[in-house]
């Protein structure tokens, strides 16, 4: 299993950035998939969630109305519109599936929101 991010970078306050998450080495759509970010004062958390055919979603409260998260299984991509960013958002972003009870992780793709 592998799963690499892309996307991240430097946007000001209000601007916008797409993450991708491209994934291999196991059947991408019969798995949901998870959006994470994590800082160095905080515990990760789960940011976004897909299931398998994107039919539904879940958002953490923080990121509800600003992120929207979505698949493509033709390409064994997930990926996760963020707009509106806030400095708060300032994370390292990880994709995230389980697969046989085990969690896999990305290497992360950092985001800084600053002016």
């Known amino acids: 299993v592998q799963l690499v991010e892309s996307g991240g970078g430097l946007v000001q306050p209000g601007g916008s950035l797409r993450l991708s998450c491209l994934a291999s080495g196991f059947t991408f759509s019969r798995y949901a998939m998870n959006w994470y970010r994590q800082t160095p004062e905080k515990e990760r958390e789960l940011v976004a969630a897909?299931?398998?055919?994107?039919?539904?979603?879940y958002y953490a409260d923080s990121v509800k109305g600003r992120f929207t998260i979505s698949r493509d299984n033709a390409k064994n991509t997930v990926y996760l519109q963020m707009n509106s960013l806030k400095p708060e958002d300032t994370a390292v972003y990880y994709c995230?599936?389980?697969?046989?009870?085990?969690?896999?992780w990305g290497q992360g793709t950092q985001v800084t929101v600053s002016s």
């Open positions: 897909i299931t398998t055919a994107g039919g539904s979603t």
């Open positions: 995230n599936t389980v697969r046989g009870g085990f969690p896999y």
